[in-house]
């Protein structure tokens, strides 16, 4: 979708559709809306008597969040429609619901056969909102609302939204207008990039496409990029990658993105890895049939890195960020890993398997051990790991946190609350340990105990973010458990039915905001 951000009054400006906000419990529009009001057939231009105060005072509209009504101008301004969207409590407006309300409004108008639409950035300036983060939140709702998926449709395609106007009367503030404007851009292209990649089949999207796709877009933003094949993979004793990987024909792959490692003040980088499974069957441990249908997702990690090193890329931080990305296929064949197997794992220690469906975790330690190389500040992993995750929040309610550095936790949440993706803390108890202990190796990757699923998961991650002495953390470590939001059946103002994408504004959040992340200021690698 084109975006245009230009200084005209909203009521001047042509368009199939304009989309103006009203807060619940004001009767009399006001502002840009009043102005809109009053163009809409206000008896000799008195203010706040023209349409949209009418249906307010007639009771059809009362502008609850989300809420969305069409008027027809009839030629009384250039737009053929006024699309009304609700905010809600003006007190108690965040740029999250902005992101929502503006979601609402964008697929409205693309069920309407909308080409155009116009709208100024929602709620700038009430509750504390500055007009570049409203701006921000507005592009981010029209472009994530307005997504669909359609590459393998065949017929008429559906209608879509090409261009989206943001205006701003006062020509003095068009450049704040506009920056927001063009992050928004940004971020919202890179999740819906995101939710792509997991919406592909998997007889489209396997590891080696996967790293194709990378790849171009690493030559188009700048980051540089390495793309480990087998024998690689082999020399660097990934146990865990490889020992998911012998089930399928289609070799793992492991993918490094770099940005800003060479910027002088840079410091040391920030890390984020992404669990990718390009489809999950359980392997010998194999799913229900049920279970198994949607598993082409469970690369959703991997692909918010990949969204998120895109974004980044673009909007070019100066903090170091890098991207690693694990790529495997769980399939089941004669060379497929079994129960009671032994892996032995990049950092050296030796895992027996007890169910080939936890093998996420066995992709993502051998990447948290080799993230070490960096000497990091800080080290995020992300991945749809448990169903377990599921049962703690609830489907497409929030993700889980995992971190044992306080300070980290909190910088975490506080970039997850600026970029709207809700996550909760949860314990990370060191008798979890118990749980995993094994006769026959170190550890197992699996407790038998599907209750207990979450927290042993994270436990097991934890060990290879450990120093030599396996006491010590070698940096300051996450973990995201994104399970719940994988997927959903249209669960808010910009989400369509779908793969959702998260943690590509939480992850672009936490590189971008320095304020958000003061534990990056020391890094806690090991030298």
Not at 81 to 110: D, F, H
Not at 157 to 169: D, F, H, N, T, W
């Given at each position: 979708?084109?975006?245009?951000?230009?200084?005209r009054?909203?009521?001047?400006?042509?368009?199939?559709?304009?989309?103006?906000?009203?807060?619940?419990?004001?009767?009399?529009?006001?502002?840009?809306?009043?102005?809109?009001?009053?163009?809409?057939?206000?008896?000799?231009?008195?203010?706040?008597?023209?349409?949209?105060?009418?249906?307010?005072?007639?009771?059809?509209?009362?502008?609850?969040?989300?809420?969305?009504?069409?008027?027809?101008?009839?030629?009384?301004?250039?737009?053929?429609?006024?699309?009304?969207?609700?905010?809600?409590?003006?007190?108690?407006?965040?740029?999250?619901?902005?992101?929502?309300?503006?979601?609402?409004?964008?697929?409205?108008?693309?069920?309407?056969?909308?080409?155009?639409i116009a709208?100024?950035?929602?709620?700038?300036?009430?509750?504390?909102?500055?007009?570049?983060?409203?701006?921000?939140?507005?592009?981010?709702g029209?472009?994530?609302?307005?997504?669909?998926?359609?590459?393998?449709?065949?017929?008429?395609?559906?209608?879509?939204?090409?261009?989206?106007?943001?205006?701003?009367?006062?020509?003095?503030?068009?450049?704040?207008?506009?920056?927001?404007?063009?992050?928004?851009?940004v971020?919202?292209?890179?999740?819906?990039?995101?939710?792509?990649?997991?919406?592909?089949?998997?007889?489209?999207?396997?590891?080696?496409?996967?790293?194709?796709?990378c790849?171009?877009?690493?030559?188009?933003?700048?980051?540089?990029?390495?793309?480990?094949?087998?024998?690689?993979i082999?020399?660097?004793?990934?146990?865990?990658?490889?020992?998911?990987?012998?089930?399928?024909?289609?070799?793992?792959?492991?993918?490094?993105?770099?940005?800003?490692?060479?910027?002088?003040?840079?410091?040391?980088?920030?890390?984020l890895?992404?669990?990718?499974?390009?489809?999950?069957?359980?392997?010998?441990?194999?799913?229900?049939?049920?279970?198994?249908?949607?598993?082409?997702?469970?690369?959703?990690?991997?692909?918010?890195?990949?969204?998120?090193?895109?974004?980044?890329?673009t909007?070019?931080?100066?903090?170091?960020?890098?991207?690693?990305?694990p790529?495997?296929?769980?399939?089941?064949?004669?060379?497929?890993?079994?129960?009671?197997?032994?892996?032995?794992?990049?950092?050296?220690?030796?895992?027996?398997?007890?169910?080939?469906d936890?093998?996420?975790?066995?992709?993502?330690?051998?990447?948290?051990?080799?993230?070490?190389?960096?000497?990091p500040?800080?080290?995020?992993?992300?991945?749809?790991?448990?169903?377990?995750?599921?049962?703690?929040?609830?489907?497409n309610?929030?993700?889980?946190?995992?971190?044992?550095?306080?300070?980290?936790?909190?910088?975490?949440?506080?970039?997850?609350?600026?970029?709207?993706e809700r996550?909760?803390?949860?314990?990370?108890?060191?008798?979890?340990?118990?749980?995993?202990?094994?006769?026959?190796?170190?550890?197992?990757?699996?407790?038998?105990?599907?209750?207990?699923?979450?927290?042993?998961?994270?436990?097991?991650?934890?060990?290879?973010?450990?120093?030599?002495?396996?006491?010590?953390?070698a940096?300051?470590?996450?973990?995201?458990?994104i399970?719940p939001?994988?997927?959903?059946?249209?669960?808010?103002?910009?989400?369509?039915?779908?793969?959702?994408?998260?943690?590509?504004?939480?992850?672009?959040?936490?590189?971008?905001?320095?304020?958000?992340?003061?534990?990056?200021?020391?890094g806690?690698?090991?030298?």
């Amino acid at each position: 979708m084109k975006l245009s951000v230009i200084s005209r009054q909203i009521q001047a400006h042509p368009a199939d559709a304009l989309i103006v906000p009203v807060f619940s419990g004001e009767p009399v529009p006001s502002g840009a809306t009043g102005g809109v009001d009053t163009a809409l057939g206000s008896p000799d231009g008195v203010p706040g008597n023209g349409a949209i105060a009418r249906l307010i005072s007639l009771g059809d509209y009362s502008g609850k969040l989300s809420e969305v009504a069409v008027l027809y101008s009839f030629g009384l301004i250039p737009a053929a429609r006024v699309l009304l969207v609700g905010l809600g409590n003006p007190e108690a407006l965040t740029t999250e619901l902005i992101r929502q309300a503006m979601g609402a409004a964008a697929r409205k108008s693309q069920e309407l056969g909308c080409k155009r639409i116009a709208t100024l950035a929602l709620g700038a300036g009430r509750a504390g909102i500055s007009l570049r983060d409203a701006a921000q939140a507005t592009v981010e709702g029209a472009l994530l609302g307005a997504y669909q998926f359609e590459e393998h449709r065949t017929g008429k395609p559906k209608s879509a939204l090409e261009e989206l106007v943001l205006l701003e009367a006062n020509p003095a503030l068009l450049d704040e207008a506009a920056t927001g404007a063009r992050s928004g851009e940004v971020i919202a292209n890179a999740q819906n990039n995101a939710r792509t990649l997991m919406n592909r089949p998997p007889n489209v999207l396997n590891p080696a496409s996967f790293a194709a796709w990378c790849a171009d877009m690493a030559s188009e933003t700048g980051l540089a990029c390495t793309i480990m094949e087998q024998p690689q993979i082999e020399a660097l004793r990934m146990g865990g990658v490889l020992g998911v990987a012998r089930g399928s024909a289609n070799r793992p792959r492991f993918i490094v993105l770099e940005h800003g490692l060479q910027t002088v003040g840079a410091g040391a980088p920030l890390v984020l890895i992404g669990k990718g499974v390009t489809f999950d069957t359980g392997g010998y441990s194999i799913k229900t049939t049920d279970g198994m249908v949607g598993m082409k997702g469970d690369m959703g990690g991997a692909a918010a890195v990949a969204g998120a090193m895109q974004a980044i890329a673009t909007l070019n931080p100066t903090r170091a960020v890098v991207g690693l990305m694990p790529l495997v296929e769980n399939m089941i064949s004669q060379d497929s890993f079994r129960p009671n197997d032994v892996l032995a794992m990049m950092n050296g220690m030796t895992v027996e398997i007890t169910s080939t469906d936890a093998e996420g975790r066995l992709i993502l330690a051998d990447a948290l051990h080799f993230a070490k190389r960096y000497n990091p500040a800080g080290v995020v992993d992300i991945a749809t790991l448990t169903g377990t995750a599921n049962v703690a929040m609830g489907r497409n309610m929030a993700a889980t946190l995992h971190a044992p550095d306080d300070a980290w936790a909190a910088a975490l949440l506080a970039a997850s609350a600026r970029a709207g993706e809700r996550l909760w803390r949860m314990p990370l108890w060191a008798d979890y340990g118990e749980r995993m202990k094994s006769d026959t190796a170190d550890m197992k990757n699996g407790a038998g105990d599907a209750g207990a699923g979450l927290g042993v998961s994270a436990w097991f991650l934890q060990q290879f973010t450990l120093a030599e002495n396996r006491s010590d953390p070698a940096y300051r470590w996450a973990h995201l458990d994104i399970a719940p939001m994988m997927a959903a059946k249209s669960t808010s103002g910009y989400q369509p039915a779908g793969s959702m994408g998260f943690g590509v504004r939480t992850m672009v959040a936490l590189a971008l905001e320095p304020a958000l992340t003061p534990a990056l200021s020391q890094g806690r690698g090991l030298g």
